[in-house]
């Protein structure tokens, strides 16, 4: 929380510049420099000191991913999931005046009331994330070479701290179309360059340090107040996988990001208040970057940080265009096995009606580790089910089969774009009646996963190399051949006028959960330049139809309109099994 102060980010950019341009597009930050501070005077000079110019087709594309991650939010809330939902009504509890209160304030989805920043980002990360269904990154830059493709995850969580800010501080959305683009911008560039997963440490540290830099930067924060924020956060507050670990994942895996961009915004308010955090972080030899990559024979003060770090200031080549969007409630290691199964449905229809004796699907690492995990094999709960590839292959089969069943005289459309958006995974697929499906169940034990060795392998982070073989019970296999780019990734092959149409199909389809004017809904989240402050102050004011959970009972969703539901409705709330 914090008390209003404001600097002048044109004044704390005046000084030399610890980045490097390099060329027209890129800036550097060395490993001999303190990355940090670079950071921070690279996100002032971009959003305040007319630092660089983005293309159209990439600030297109970023709004698309943030339409994509907004109505995922919007029916997780509508759905009931519980993080979401508990976040939420604790962010309601700390509700802020309209005008004139002294510390920062924002809004959560589907409320008119300001409640203070950090509580409004950790409540709508958490939404936009439940799902996992929002777009993800897989840190791999070949222009750069092999120091660059360090195939970090990530996903477009972080987009929520850049509209709290822009609330908080009375900003359009020309500005925060390009806060959007540079909250991805950073964390992809940091995924390119250093592999948390390597170190069992959670992939949203990535992010946490593009919200510090970001949130920083619209708030009126100083390069050294960002700095120190950044060091705030990485030498208190990383998560590690532990997170994503045991047979039956929590609300802890789903809400990582929540949390850890609730504590970076959280470090800049400190630090504008005064408090002084580690500075230099990226070359502190006892902070994670040169604890688990040393770049001294001994540990000392003195050494540079493991990478050099390249972001992009103008034209196209920014992160976001690498990437991928989920088409689709799975795993983002999954879809190679998706797109496998589709291929082989358009290739040999019949395999719609047949009876299958086995499916064998072969996959990379990480890939075969995360989604392969021999407990994922029996999920319970939707967490563990979504990152279960027996589980999500299984659903998706027995979905085209119910789909072929009822199609009319045959006519089951077997091109990519009908294929995806009549089969897409979606909220029900992954509820507890979903789960325990005995035709799931029974498509489960069928599955043959493997790790296809090196010659997968090395074909990742650059693709998502899988093949599929499904048999019939005559003994005949069916071969996708490896699957590389499936729809929805940056490199995918066909047309992006498919992934447009299936993203349109996802995006009515998830906010049709949550809204009842779907159009007008997904209107307002697009041409985001031309939205003046008042319109970014209103962006994620919906009138959310609420289906399951404890905001049903509140009166509709009176809850996040400011009723109070007594201790007794919100006990009885709680002990009501969750669908979702």
Same mark, same amino acid.
């Given at each position: 929380?914090? *008390?209003?102060?404001?600097?002048?980010?044109?004044?704390?950019?005046?000084?030399?510049?610890?980045?490097?341009?390099?060329?027209?597009?890129?800036?550097?930050?060395?490993?001999?420099?303190?990355?940090?501070?670079?950071?921070?005077?690279?996100?002032?000079?971009?959003?305040?000191?007319?630092?660089?110019?983005?293309?159209?087709?990439? *600030?297109?594309?970023?709004?698309?991913?943030?339409?994509?991650?907004?109505?995922?939010?919007?029916?997780?809330?509508?759905?009931?999931?519980?993080?979401?939902?508990?976040?939420?009504?604790?962010?309601?509890?700390?509700?802020?005046?309209?005008?004139?209160?002294?510390?920062?304030?924002?809004?959560?989805?589907?409320?008119?009331?300001?409640?203070?920043?950090?509580?409004?980002?950790?409540?709508?990360?958490?939404?936009?994330?439940?799902?996992?269904?929002?777009?993800?990154?897989?840190?791999?830059?070949?222009?750069?070479?092999?120091?660059?493709?360090?195939?970090?995850?990530?996903?477009?969580?972080?987009?929520?701290?850049?509209?709290?800010?822009?609330?908080?501080?009375?900003?359009?959305?020309?500005?925060? #179309?390009?806060?959007?683009?540079?909250?991805?911008?950073?964390?992809?560039?940091?995924?390119?360059?250093?592999?948390?997963?390597?170190?069992?440490?959670?992939?949203?540290?990535?992010?946490?340090?593009?919200?510090?830099?970001?949130?920083?930067?619209?708030?009126?924060?100083?390069?050294?107040?960002?700095?120190?924020?950044?060091?705030?956060?990485?030498?208190?507050?990383?998560?590690?996988?532990?997170?994503?670990?045991?047979?039956?994942?929590?609300?802890?895996?789903?809400?990582?990001?929540?949390?850890?961009?609730?504590?970076?915004?959280?470090?800049?308010?400190?630090?504008?208040?005064?408090?002084?955090?580690?500075?230099?972080?990226?070359?502190?030899?006892?902070?994670?970057?040169?604890?688990?990559?040393?770049?001294?024979?001994?540990?000392?003060?003195?050494?540079?940080?493991?990478?050099?770090?390249?972001?992009?200031?103008?034209?196209?080549?920014?992160?976001?265009?690498?990437?991928?969007?989920?088409?689709?409630?799975?795993?983002?290691?999954?879809?190679?096995?998706?797109?496998?199964?589709?291929?082989?449905?358009?290739?040999?229809?019949?395999?719609?009606?047949?009876?299958?004796?086995?499916?064998?699907?072969?996959? &990379?690492?990480?890939?075969?580790?995360?989604?392969?995990?021999?407990?994922?094999?029996?999920?319970?709960?939707?967490?563990?089910?979504?990152?279960?590839?027996?589980?999500?292959?299984?659903?998706?089969?027995?979905?085209?089969?119910?789909?072929?069943?009822?199609?009319?005289?045959?006519?089951?459309?077997?091109?990519?774009?009908?294929?995806?958006?009549? #089969?897409?995974? *979606?909220?029900?697929?992954?509820?507890?009646?979903?789960?325990?499906?005995?035709?799931?169940?029974?498509?489960?034990?069928?599955?043959?996963?493997?790790?296809?060795?090196?010659?997968?392998?090395?074909?990742?982070?650059?693709?998502?190399?899988?093949?599929?073989?499904?048999?019939?019970?005559?003994?005949?296999?069916?071969?996708?051949?490896?699957?590389?780019?499936?729809?929805?990734?940056?490199? &995918?092959?066909?047309?992006?006028?498919?992934?447009?149409?299936?993203?349109?199909?996802?995006?009515?389809?998830?906010?049709?959960?949550?809204?009842?004017?779907?159009?007008?809904?997904?209107?307002?989240?697009?041409?985001?330049?031309?939205?003046?402050?008042?319109?970014?102050?209103?962006?994620?004011?919906?009138?959310?139809?609420?289906?399951?959970?404890?905001?049903?009972?509140?009166?509709?969703?009176?809850?996040?309109?400011?009723?109070?539901?007594?201790?007794?409705?919100?006990?009885?709330?709680?002990?009501?099994?969750?669908?979702?």
């Amino acid at each position: 929380m914090l *008390l209003v102060q404001m600097s002048s980010p044109a004044a704390a950019s005046s000084s030399p510049k610890t980045y490097k341009l390099d060329g027209a597009d890129y800036v550097v930050l060395s490993a001999n420099s303190n990355q940090a501070r670079g950071l921070a005077e690279y996100a002032i000079d971009f959003l305040h000191n007319g630092l660089g110019k983005p293309d159209a087709e990439v *600030l297109k594309r970023t709004e698309l991913f943030h339409t994509d991650s907004v109505v995922c939010g919007l029916s997780a809330l509508s759905l009931g999931t519980n993080a979401p939902t508990v976040l939420r009504a604790e962010a309601l509890d700390y509700e802020q005046p309209a005008k004139g209160g002294a510390l920062l304030s924002a809004k959560v989805f589907g409320s008119k009331k300001r409640v203070v920043a950090e509580k409004a980002i950790a409540a709508n990360v958490s939404a936009v994330r439940e799902w996992d269904s929002n777009g993800t990154v897989f840190g791999f830059n070949p222009r750069l070479g092999a120091t660059h493709m360090a195939g970090e995850f990530g996903h477009n969580d972080f987009y929520p701290v850049v509209v709290a800010a822009c609330q908080a501080k009375g900003l359009g959305g020309e500005i925060a #179309l390009k806060a959007m683009l540079l909250v991805d911008e950073i964390r992809g560039r940091l995924a390119e360059v250093f592999s948390l997963k390597t170190f069992h440490i959670d992939h949203v540290v990535h992010g946490a340090i593009g919200s510090a830099v970001v949130y920083g930067a619209l708030v009126g924060a100083t390069v050294a107040q960002i700095e120190s924020a950044v060091g705030m956060v990485v030498a208190h507050y990383i998560p590690f996988r532990a997170i994503r670990a045991g047979e039956q994942l929590s609300d802890s895996k789903g809400a990582s990001a929540a949390l850890s961009s609730e504590v970076a915004v959280m470090s800049v308010q400190r630090s504008m208040r005064g408090f002084v955090g580690p500075a230099d972080i990226f070359r502190n030899p006892e902070a994670i970057f040169r604890k688990f990559k040393p770049t001294t024979p001994k540990m000392t003060a003195e050494g540079d940080s493991p990478f050099n770090l390249v972001l992009t200031h103008s034209g196209k080549d920014w992160a976001i265009m690498g990437m991928h969007f989920k088409l689709g409630l799975y795993e983002h290691q999954s879809a190679g096995a998706l797109q496998g199964v589709i291929d082989l449905f358009k290739a040999h229809p019949s395999l719609l009606t047949t009876p299958i004796k086995s499916i064998k699907i072969i996959a &990379y690492q990480p890939a075969f580790g995360i989604i392969g995990d021999p407990s994922k094999r029996r999920p319970e709960t939707r967490q563990s089910a979504d990152h279960s590839m027996v589980y999500i292959i299984s659903r998706l089969i027995k979905k085209a089969r119910a789909v072929a069943a009822e199609a009319k005289d045959g006519a089951f459309p077997v091109d990519q774009v009908s294929l995806w958006r009549s #089969l897409m995974l *979606l909220p029900t697929d992954y509820s507890r009646t979903a789960i325990k499906d005995a035709d799931t169940q029974a498509l489960m034990k069928l599955i043959e996963f493997e790790h296809g060795g090196p010659s997968y392998d090395e074909k990742y982070p650059e693709g998502i190399p899988t093949s599929v073989v499904i048999t019939n019970e005559a003994g005949e296999e069916h071969k996708s051949g490896m699957v590389l780019f499936p729809a929805g990734h940056a490199r &995918y092959e066909g047309p992006w006028s498919d992934i447009d149409q299936i993203l349109q199909h996802k995006f009515e389809t998830l906010a049709g959960l949550a809204v009842k004017d779907v159009p007008a809904a997904l209107s307002k989240l697009t041409d985001l330049t031309s939205k003046s402050a008042k319109d970014l102050d209103t962006l994620y004011d919906f009138d959310i139809d609420y289906k399951h959970g404890p905001n049903v009972a509140a009166a509709g969703g009176a809850r996040g309109k400011g009723k109070k539901r007594s201790r007794e409705e919100e006990a009885a709330a709680a002990a009501e099994p969750m669908e979702y």
